[in-house]
């Protein structure tokens, strides 16, 4: 097993996998300040899963909040994936704390989605953490109303929910409902993002939202809700 890192060596080791011209481009393309390194998803994962197995929990917060205050990209996306577990023993009610303290600084949507994903866990843990969420619903950042849908997605992504999950999915359908008058594109693509992919497992409640709802929905958002259902109708 390796040493720990600590963030000053964690940041070395991104940035040896650094590629300037890629760096650019994302740069370009996320139309974001923040420094960029180049340096691929998988690699930032492979990276993560050895920092992972080498740290404390203790130590792996603290690696988090080191890098997600670096504010290079790369950075915050390993910051993010080191508390993407599904279970963190003893106690991650610390993780949780740090997630939600990274949310009012949203900027961005990948830096968003994947911190939004390690949220996500830490509410399938503890759904009474629903309650924070609520509050972000008429937040003034707009990345902040967003996470409120994109860290409640596993609950789309049940098989067989029960009946606690069920009343997840239609709280959260409440929320998504508030932001029908929301023009923002990345709220309305939320909402659409949301109901697609409960679309796969619950199509019927699906189509009675957009029944009742949709016409309200930016035409595109409306159109994602429904990439599944014309495939589901015609089967």
Not at 85 to 112: C, E, G, H, K, Y
Not at 183 to 190: D, L, M, P, V
Request: aromatic share 8%; net charge positive; hydrophobic share 45%.
């Amino acid at each position: 097993m390796t040493d720990a890192p600590h963030t000053a060596a964690a940041l070395e080791a991104l940035s040896a996998l650094a590629d300037p011209q890629k760096a650019s481009e994302m740069q370009a393309y996320h139309k974001t300040d923040r420094p960029f390194l180049g340096v691929p998803v998988p690699q930032i994962e492979a990276l993560v899963k050895d920092w992972r197995t080498a740290c404390s929990l203790e130590q792996r917060l603290a690696l988090a909040a080191g890098l997600w205050d670096s504010n290079i990209h790369e950075a915050r996306v390993a910051a993010a994936k080191l508390l993407l577990q599904a279970r963190i023993r003893p106690d991650d009610n610390a993780a949780w704390a740090l997630i939600t303290s990274w949310v009012p600084q949203f900027d961005s949507w990948a830096i968003a989605d994947h911190a939004s994903i390690a949220g996500g866990k830490r509410l399938v843990a503890d759904p009474s953490r629903l309650d924070q969420l609520e509050e972000w619903t008429t937040h003034p950042n707009m990345w902040t109303r967003r996470a409120a849908l994109v860290m409640t997605l596993p609950w789309t992504r049940l098989n067989h929910p029960k009946p606690a999950d069920l009343a997840v999915r239609e709280r959260v359908l409440g929320w998504a409902e508030g932001y029908l008058d929301d023009k923002e594109w990345f709220i309305q693509k939320a909402i659409g993002w949301w109901l697609r992919d409960l679309s796969r497992h619950d199509p019927a409640r699906v189509r009675d939202w957009l029944g009742a709802h949709g016409a309200r929905l930016k035409p595109f958002a409306r159109r994602e809700a429904q990439r599944h259902l014309g495939r589901q109708i015609k089967g």
